[in-house]
């Protein structure tokens, strides 16, 4: 068996086959396939495709080209969640202590940010002191005392997806959607969980543009999931506009505990307890999704899971005194430039200028600002009169916050009339 013949063989529209995917990860992980021959065989995948079990395949040799995480320690049912990313989404911080306050225990790895939209880990160190390094041990010690733990991917976990996520970046075919399938899931089976649910975003703020990539991604990534003997399944949801009204670290700590507390805003509670209701289901906790999420609403607004949160960041030495968090030295309001309904407000130019501010990254070695950010006043539907603050922008330089006022005016569509989905 020899590379060349496996890149001709996709090459000419040929299924591959168990070994020979295996041979092609294994080789490249362990450095015998050379880069090149790899990037033949990406650009080979983006334009004829994976079927469903070279899919499978693919997704399992990336799991086991590392280290995969040992939870039999953990007693109970593990639960993950994960979103293929989006401008103000921090529903992980609301779906983890909820599903830990229903008996679930939430084994969390995320990433950090790169672009414009936001990672967990930089968000959850925006707390003053919160660790998000902990070892093995430790992890498995918090799950079994509080029934949550956070923390950063490591380096052993699916290594061939950081090498091959690398060149995909590096040759124009990250957009394929067996390639991201296999890149997410291999990282979430390594894991382990017993129980997945996946939030895949559609729209302007989304890797996924359309509401049909995202269906078609999800049902690959649920299949894949069960195949591998894990629960899995999914919620589509529109990242058009922002979720919530923060965008950035620490804002969007305060807006999540906001949330905890029964005080933030209805698109990001609602998206939150439908992931929890799935979870929850899954978990094998209640029969059907209705009382599922009515176990979880009751979580949440008795308080329950807030009380979680607190627990989790205490226990990953974090300062539970949310009033402590990053603040920007300056903040200038993006006023409407004339009256009318608000019929637009583009997620990824929003996050663009979160980007601009500091609130996230165009390399992984860029330093984070923590507490540069958004905070929406409005959103679509909303009327506004001429010279109203829309969004105020929180940000440590002028300069800086002059670029993120120039991108907001691109985000934002004002008109006469409400938007058609507005009008009775």
Not at 230 to 259: C, D, F, H, Y
Not at 296 to 303: R, S
Request: hydrophobic content about 45%; aromatic content about 4%.
């Amino acid at each position: 068996m020899n590379m060349l013949d496996i890149i001709r063989k996709k090459r000419d529209q040929a299924e591959l086959n168990h070994e020979e995917i295996r041979f092609w990860i294994e080789g490249y992980t362990q450095g015998r396939i050379p880069d090149y021959q790899s990037a033949a065989m990406l650009m080979a995948i983006y334009l004829r495709g994976l079927s469903k079990n070279e899919t499978v395949e693919l997704t399992l040799a990336m799991r086991d080209s590392g280290l995969k995480l040992d939870l039999s320690d953990i007693e109970g049912i593990k639960a993950d969640k994960h979103s293929t990313g989006g401008v103000g989404d921090k529903t992980t911080l609301i779906v983890a202590p909820i599903l830990a306050a229903a008996g679930l225990k939430v084994a969390k790895m995320s990433g950090r940010s790169l672009g414009f939209t936001g990672g967990t880990i930089d968000k959850l160190e925006s707390i003053n002191g919160f660790r998000v390094g902990l070892n093995r041990q430790e992890f498995i010690e918090q799950l079994n005392h509080c029934g949550v733990a956070l923390m950063g991917q490591t380096a052993e976990l699916a290594p061939a997806d950081k090498l091959l996520y690398a060149l995909r970046d590096a040759t124009a075919t990250v957009e394929s959607t067996p390639l991201i399938a296999a890149s997410i899931m291999s990282k979430k089976l390594a894991v382990g969980a017993d129980v997945l649910v996946l939030d895949v975003k559609y729209g302007s703020g989304a890797f996924f543009k359309t509401i049909e990539a995202a269906n078609e991604a999800a049902a690959l990534m649920v299949e894949i999931g069960q195949t591998a003997g894990q629960k899995a399944a999914a919620i589509i949801s529109s990242m058009e506009q922002p979720l919530g009204r923060a965008v950035g670290n620490a804002l969007e700590v305060a807006e999540a505990w906001q949330t905890l507390c029964c005080q933030g805003p209805d698109d990001l509670r609602e998206l939150s307890l439908d992931l929890a209701a799935e979870a929850i289901v899954l978990g094998d906790l209640s029969p059907d999704k209705a009382l599922a999420r009515a176990k979880a609403q009751e979580l949440l607004d008795k308080g329950l899971a807030r009380a979680k949160f607190i627990e989790m960041v205490k226990a990953q030495g974090g300062d539970s005194d949310f009033s402590h968090l990053p603040q920007a030295a300056l903040r200038i309001p993006f006023t409407a430039p004339k009256s009318g309904y608000i019929c637009a407000l583009h997620a990824n130019i929003v996050g663009r200028a979160a980007l601009a501010l500091g609130a996230g990254r165009l390399v992984k070695e860029a330093i984070i600002d923590h507490s540069a950010g958004i905070l929406l006043q409005h959103k679509v539907g909303d009327y506004v009169q001429e010279g109203e603050c829309i969004a105020m922008l929180h940000g440590n330089d002028n300069n800086r916050l002059q670029e993120a006022n120039a991108l907001m005016a691109r985000s934002v569509f004002i008109e006469t009339t409400a938007p058609p989905n507005l009008i009775s």
